[in-house]
């Protein structure tokens, strides 16, 4: 296990179509977290976990985003009802939990770059 | 509120010239940690360097120095005899669980 990974690496879909997006971390590192970033701009956090457990969201998260990690290992990002303004390079990060884990390193992925049309 | 700024949007300079990038920061927070990432064309944002709040120590790793300096909330980045290579966006991060990013310095570097 060399680093994270996601999948797909690129997607586009028309608008009002639903994606997912998978992303598996290093496979000790127990936090996974997810970002959004577009042109321009760093990267916005929209959700982290702990193991399995959801333990934040961003207010940038509407009801049509929803993400999940089952059995604490790999996470999706589902976006339902996808609108352009949902095109952006998704992030997925892992950290290990040990020590102050809150502000331990986080390692990237390669995105996933959805364009909606 | 946590907020990180990084003034410097696009910085160019010829290979070999050092360059530094700015990164000041706001936080209520006591105990905080600050970031630098990299982002290369290929889009892969790597992990450069972590600093806490306690521990105002520059480093320096290779090319790479960094100057934390809590009294003027700024964590700046410094790269000697800069490459091609370096060609990249620089990020500078704040966390307390996740992180907050700056815009990022666009640094090209010319031959």
């Known amino acids: 296990d060399t680093g994270v990974s996601q999948n797909p690496r690129h997607k586009i879909t028309k608008r009002g179509q639903n994606v997912t997006f998978r992303c598996d971390p290093i496979?000790?590192?127990?936090?996974l977290y997810w970002y959004r970033q577009t042109l321009g701009q760093g990267p916005e956090f929209l959700t982290y976990?702990?193991?399995?457990?959801?333990?934040?969201k961003s207010r940038l998260l509407s009801d049509r985003f929803s993400a999940e990690r089952p059995k604490g290992s790999f996470s999706t990002l589902e976006i339902q009802r996808t609108e352009q303004g949902d095109s952006a390079m998704y992030l997925c990060?892992?950290?290990?939990?040990?020590?102050?884990?809150?502000?331990?390193?986080?390692?990237f992925g390669p995105g996933t770059r959805l364009t909606v049309l | 509120a946590q907020k990180v700024t990084q003034a410097q949007t696009e910085i160019s300079v010829v290979e070999k010239e050092d360059v530094t990038l700015d990164c000041v920061y706001e936080?209520?927070?006591?105990?905080?940690?600050l970031f630098w990432y990299k982002q290369p064309p290929s889009g892969e944002l790597v992990f450069l360097i972590r600093?806490?709040?306690?521990d105002e120590q520059n480093e320096i790793s290779g090319r790479y120095s960094w100057n934390f300096q809590k009294s003027t909330s700024s964590f700046n980045f410094t790269i000697t005899a800069s490459q091609v290579v370096d060609s990249a966006v620089y990020f500078c991060?704040?966390?307390?669980?996740?992180?907050?990013w700056g815009l990022g310095t666009s640094l090209a570097v010319n031959p």
């Open positions: 600093r806490n709040s306690f």
């Open positions: 936080t209520r927070d006591t105990t905080y940690y």
């Open positions: 990060a892992s950290s290990p939990s040990g020590g102050l884990a809150d502000y331990n390193e986080q390692f």
């Open positions: 991060a704040l966390t307390n669980r996740k992180l907050i």
């Open positions: 496979s000790e590192h127990n936090r």
């Open positions: 976990f702990q193991n399995e457990a959801q333990l934040e």
